[in-house]
């Protein structure tokens, strides 16, 4: 993806300094997922360059949601087969935002309620306005999580407050402020206050390494996955590997010499 400005049908996507921001732009339906939203999520995900690209930011159309949920009304005539791909959809897309070199991030006002929320969870850092409400409400439509809720929510936040929430639906929501009480995101702060905050936190991002941001992402996320030996392992490798180039060697010298690094991209 080249152009500063790229719009699809679904989405508004833009990028600048190494920063791509995805709007999700369906107003009228609270910025619900259908396939062709999830099929432009992953066309952009996949066509950012993994070297020049340092942040992803996705944000909904309107403050009252985030992303409202998967799509019912497209969901209604699905069969079981059909179904399954459109689950397995949605899991590929939120799986390329956990699996990406860059950082991903969900900028959270109003709802983010189940596919929003399945969304939400797979980016790296969830900012999030006061006005934020989180929930799985599946359950309520006698259907279950099918973008990796049962499997983030429980990583997030712990067995008990994953299942109050899944197995509760519609009647248990969290508030922004509820929701990084329990770990489920990153920062919460006034909605006023939500693109300072973004602003802040893409700042501190463009600050650091590329490379050292980069692997520090994935050694994090696969340490959901590896025994605690494994992930020293690795973690002691990666860092050797910081010494076999210029990236480290600028931030050791910039330290020392008391000024700003200049990371090469």
Partial sequence: MNDAQTSYQTLLVTEADGICR?????PAQLNALNPQVLSELADVVMS?????????????????AFVAGADIASMQALTASEARDFARHGQMVTKA????????????????????CELAMACDLIIAGESARFGQPEVNLGLTAAFGGTQRLVRRVGLPVALDLLL??????????????LGLVSRVVADD?????????LRGLLSAGPSAVSETKRLTRDAY???????LSAEAHAFAACFAGDEAQEGISAFLEKRSPAFSQ
């Fill in 22 to 26: 995805v709007l999700i732009n369906r």
């Fill in 48 to 64: 950012l360059d993994p070297v020049e690209t340092r942040a992803l930011v996705i944000e909904g159309s309107k403050p009252k």
């Fill in 97 to 116: 935002l956990e699996t990406s070199p860059f950082v991903t991030i969900a900028k959270v006002q109003g709802f983010a309620l189940g596919g929003g």
């Fill in 168 to 181: 509760c639906g519609k009647a248990r929501t969290l508030s922004g402020q509820e929701a990084w009480q």
């Fill in 193 to 201: 206050k939500l693109e300072d905050e973004v602003q802040k936190v």
């Fill in 225 to 231: 996955n590896m025994t605690l030996d494994a992930g």
